[in-house]
């Protein structure tokens, strides 16, 4: 496919394959102009990659940082012919090598390749560990040396500074492997790391295209910060409980037996017809009916599902709601804008203490990375009244596109709402025909919660089975 495309570009063109490939001669691996202009912009989107090339001047030391991202990021990478590389570069052969060959890099190619924010973080994890290597072995340090006054054209033929770099490099062969090994392991490590949180997050690469490599970057390095880390752990546990219910419920509808008729699903077939089975001349029967579709078998029928409206998550963010219980929120709340996002309903994330603190809101279907990190970074401070949340809630149903949401609350339950507010909530509650359910992270003494919930699950019976009737609720 990749050829073909190629070929199509040529043709219209009007120029040969040869016109494509970039004239410059100090990579190890392959690159043509558009893998070239394809790292220009990694350098350019990134500070830490821009410092890593530079950091050791103009030498031979940024064509190599050029090759390992070659190697994460080519579809298919290949070391370049020797005799048409500039002979300064070849000195760093032996280091691309091993890199290119190591376990590691190819397993970690499953998610870098052609992947630009995979890549880029792949590359400035294994450069960094690489360089650092490099430092504190002395004959590596020396070969790494020499190959530079021979790029740097320093002093001496550079024919004869490269001789003694790769003579260097290959009395220290192990030590090449070894360096080459752990920093493979550190670009795999970063890899496995993103794929794992943009997974806890329910995001894909997809997801992420419409944002500038820079954000990507950026958004990227936020998403691996220990707090997020914890928190991606949450919510990836708390989604795959919300998925694994909405499964066993459309398991459980399809079990359903709704009356008899004619087929050939034997994981449907009435045991009289199975008994046929044990007598000779019934059995003859048996495969003729089944051969025509005649066999006698339970028909199920799926109960209709009502049709799910938007959801609105209110999340308590009060100063009581400090550490572990705002993490247990801000999990549980993406959680269920994961499930709005699958089911393509609406959904809205409102942030309250004593008044409304942030709103963000969700289109059908969207998982926007930015959104998401700013629910997952709001911190817990001031006092706490439901009633401004709750009546914002109201207007957010009673305003286009909200008709019948689902209100679920996230709070630690240490505030009630006045006696007239609760009678106007009711009545709007019944008009409008919306349900209401609290996460409770802490203690209700005094059951305010249940007047004007449809339910209340405590968090600390926040078993698999009790979260999952909450999910299974908000399905």
């Known amino acids: 496919m990749l050829r073909h495309n190629t070929l199509d570009i040529e043709n219209f063109l009007g120029i040969g394959l040869d016109k494509l490939r970039a004239e410059v001669k100090d990579n190890n691996i392959e690159m043509d102009k558009y893998d070239r202009r394809s790292f220009d912009e990694l350098v350019k989107a990134s500070p830490e990659m821009k ?9 031979a030391w940024s064509p190599l940082v050029r090759d390992v991202w070659a190697s994460y990021y080519k579809y298919s990478p290949e070391l370049t012919p020797v005799e048409k590389v500039d002979t300064p570069y070849q000195a760093m052969r032996p280091v691309v090598e091993k ?3 190591d376990n590691e890099v190819q397993q970690t190619r499953f998610s870098t390749v052609m992947d630009e924010l995979s890549a880029g973080i792949a590359t400035i994890a294994s450069g960094q560990k690489l360089l650092q290597e490099i ?3 002395p004959e590596l340090t020396h070969a790494m040396q020499t190959a530079n006054m021979a790029a740097q054209g320093v002093a001496g033929e550079p024919g004869e500074l490269t001789a003694v770099a790769q003579e260097m490099l290959q009395k220290a ?14 670009g795999q490590q970063e890899a496995e790391k993103l794929n794992g949180v943009l997974a806890g997050w329910g995001l894909e690469p997809g997801d992420l295209q419409r944002v500038e490599l820079g954000d990507r970057l950026k958004l990227a390095k936020r998403l691996m910060t220990p707090k997020l880390l ?6 990836g546990r708390f989604r795959n409980l919300a998925r694994a219910r909405q499964k066993e419920r459309v398991d459980r509808r399809r079990d359903e037996v709704h009356s008899i008729g004619l087929g050939d699903d034997l994981g449907r077939v009435l045991p009289v017809e199975m008994a046929a089975m044990r007598h000779d001349t019934r059995k003859l029967d048996f495969y003729r009916r089944y051969n025509e579709k005649q066999l006698l078998q339970y028909d199920l029928k799926a109960k209709e ?9 209110l999340v308590d963010r009060s100063g009581s709601m400090g550490g572990q219980p705002m993490e247990w929120a801000i999990a549980t709340a993406l959680a269920l804008v994961d499930t709005a996002a699958r089911q393509k309903r609406k959904a809205k994330v409102i942030f309250f203490d004593g008044g409304i603190v942030q709103r963000t809101e969700f289109a059908p279907g969207e998982r926007d990375a930015n959104k998401l990190i700013d629910i997952a970074t709001v911190e817990a401070a001031g006092g706490t009244n439901y009633e401004p949340a709750l009546k914002d809630a109201l207007e957010t149903i009673q305003s286009t596109g909200y008709q019948k949401a689902d209100i679920v609350m996230i709070t630690d339950g240490v505030c009630r709402v006045s006696p007239e507010f609760l009678e106007g909530f009711l009545v709007q509650k019944k008009a409008l025909g919306f349900r209401a359910w609290t996460v409770l992270i802490g203690r ?4 305010e919660l249940n007047k004007w919930s449809d339910a209340v699950w405590p968090v600390s019976q926040l078993t698999e089975e009790v979260a999952g009737e909450l999910f299974e609720k908000a399905y």
């Open 444 to 447: 209700d003494p005094g059951g």
């Open 99 to 101: 890199h290119l060959e």
């Open 51 to 59: 410092k890593l090339v530079e950091s050791e001047g103009v030498n």
């Open 173 to 186: 062969a192990r030590d090449v492997r070894r360096a080459v090994r752990v920093a493979a392991e550190a």
């Open 305 to 313: 599902k009502l049709g799910r409206g938007p959801m609105i998550v």
């Open 230 to 235: 914890k928190v991606s752990d949450l919510v």
């Open 135 to 137: 430092a504190k072995r």
